[in-house]
């Protein structure tokens, strides 16, 4: 919104600053901070207020959890509402690729408050039906999918890059926007999976949006792209202010969130992070490179599937439970061990994932 002050420049004022993708996006990044430093308090208040009892506790989970019943959930609104605020003030608004991002975010983020609401007013752990919430998943993730593809430059729409091979791209053809889907969606989905203990999700989602934000930088600027040989996706460096916003939201959740929560992210938060990382990888033709970055909720989400699948063949477990970060609670790790642990674990991730720009 606040680009349009450029109009008022000469080249050589104050005004020239907004021309800048990397001075809004430190704008952007304080303004969510400051949003989420201001309005935490007041809105989990509100929370407690509405919800009572908070976020139902799930009979079969970690003794430890049952400390927490009360606390609400839903506070992805506070991240969700910071990021907006944030991203509609410093972004360009005429860029596509700031649109598909948002409006993927949102429409899960609804996705994830219906579930919560439903959580919440039932009191039981089920929400809205699984298959319902896919459904619905993959009809976001489509459209999306399809609106990167048509915004794509032409010697990239429907193909599939991949990392340190310079040259390689396959064409996918019309089984790019199924491709896209499964990108979108499952990012989604193994956030939500990850979104188990206070402060483990958070971070990690930071950690690769602030990495999928270089990318899109980089990817976005001719220099930088010719220089490092990747594909050049005009446009696409604006997502670096989404980023920014997201960790400055982000980091003003997690003010709340640290140990012990005073607000859960929910579902809310969860799913709209997720897909919102998914979307990004779409639209910077960084979809592999998303499955390095976000490694952690790519082994979050096979524990699950890894134990459902071998619990229906021979009902016995791998994992004393799953995701896998209740597994290591089983196992006797204090939570903040476990946390800060990941949270090591996804930054050697996200430089690994880095180091794909210059391994040509």
Avoid at 122 to 132: E, P
Avoid at 178 to 205: E, K, R, Y
Wanted: a positive charge; glycine letters at 12%.
């Amino acid at each position: 919104m606040l680009y349009w002050l450029t109009e008022f420049s000469d080249g050589g004022d104050i005004f020239n600053l907004f021309r800048y993708i990397t001075f809004r996006a430190g704008a952007a990044f304080f303004t969510a901070l400051i949003f989420g430093f201001l309005f935490g308090r007041p809105l989990i208040d509100l929370l407690r207020r509405k919800q009572g009892k908070g976020q139902p506790i799930r009979d079969d989970g970690p003794q430890s959890h049952f400390a927490k019943a009360g606390t609400p959930t839903m506070g992805g609104l506070l991240i969700l509402s910071s990021l907006m605020v944030s991203t509609l003030m410093w972004a360009r608004l005429d860029n596509p690729y700031v649109w598909i991002v948002i409006l993927v975010t949102l429409a899960f983020g609804l996705i994830g408050f219906a579930d919560d609401y439903a959580k919440v007013t039932k009191q039981n752990s089920r929400g809205v039906s699984s298959r319902v919430r896919f459904l619905l998943g993959l009809v976001i993730a489509g459209l999306a999918a399809y609106a990167a593809a048509k915004f794509h430059p032409a010697g990239l729409t429907n193909q599939l890059a991949f990392p340190v091979l310079k040259d390689a791209l396959v064409n996918l053809g019309w089984f790019f926007v199924p491709f896209g889907m499964v990108v979108i969606v499952g990012a989604a989905n193994a956030v939500n999976l990850t979104d188990g203990l206070d402060g483990l999700a958070i971070m990690p989602v930071m950690i690769a949006a602030g990495t999928l934000g270089v990318i899109a930088y980089v990817v976005g600027n001719a220099n930088f792209a010719d220089y490092l040989e990747v594909h050049y996706v005009p446009g696409t460096g604006e997502l670096l202010v989404f980023t920014a916003a997201l960790a400055g939201g982000g980091l003003g959740f997690l003010w709340y969130n640290a140990p012990p929560a005073a607000v859960f992210m929910g579902d809310t938060g969860s799913l709209a992070l997720g897909g919102a990382l998914g979307a990004m990888a779409v639209c910077t033709k960084h979809e592999i490179v998303l499955a390095i970055v976000g490694g952690l909720f790519v082994v979050e989400a096979l524990s699950v599937i890894i134990q459902v699948a071998y619990y229906k063949r021979t009902k016995k477990r791998i994992f004393l439970m799953a995701p896998i970060h209740h597994h290591f609670e089983k196992k006797g790790w204090a939570e903040p061990q476990i946390v800060i642990r990941f949270w090591i674990i996804s930054l050697i991730l996200a430089l690994t994932g880095l180091a794909t720009l210059k391994l040509r």
